[in-house]
């Protein structure tokens, strides 16, 4: 059982940044991927960024060349670098992790604000 802890989100002003973090614990030794996710109000939830345990990372059009993901091994935690945030960017994001290449966790998610 893996359990994901997120936290950072937060109210911004556009062309502000912002970093999120995901910690990760129990099983994390069996995460194929972690990655976020996003889901603004009457949309569905969209991939942002994911990062392979081989450290290959993915990103969605939308945010390629603002957002970078990364992560910590030693303390188990990925992020998310959000720069030149912009007010489509404003949603709930989540943490992702896929273990054993078939099962699918979920963070609480955290809201991100990007006013004009």
């Known amino acids: 059982q893996v359990q994901l802890v997120e936290s950072g989100g937060g109210l911004v002003q556009a062309g502000g940044s912002l970093r999120l973090s995901c910690a990760a614990s129990?099983?994390?030794?069996?995460?194929?991927?972690m990655g976020w996710y996003r889901q603004a109000p009457g949309k569905q939830r969209e991939l942002v960024a994911i990062?392979?345990?081989?450290?290959?990372?993915n990103y969605a059009d939308s945010v390629k060349g603002r957002f970078t993901i990364s992560r910590d091994n030693a303390k188990n935690t990925v992020y998310l670098q959000m720069n030149s945030l912009k007010p489509e960017d404003t949603a709930v994001y989540y943490c992702?992790?896929?273990?054993?290449?078939?099962?699918?966790?979920w963070g609480q998610g955290t809201q991100v604000t990007v006013s004009s």
């Open positions: 992702h992790a896929l273990v054993r290449s078939r099962y699918n966790y």
């Open positions: 129990g099983g994390v030794f069996s995460i194929n991927a």
């Open positions: 990062i392979t345990s081989g450290d290959s990372t």
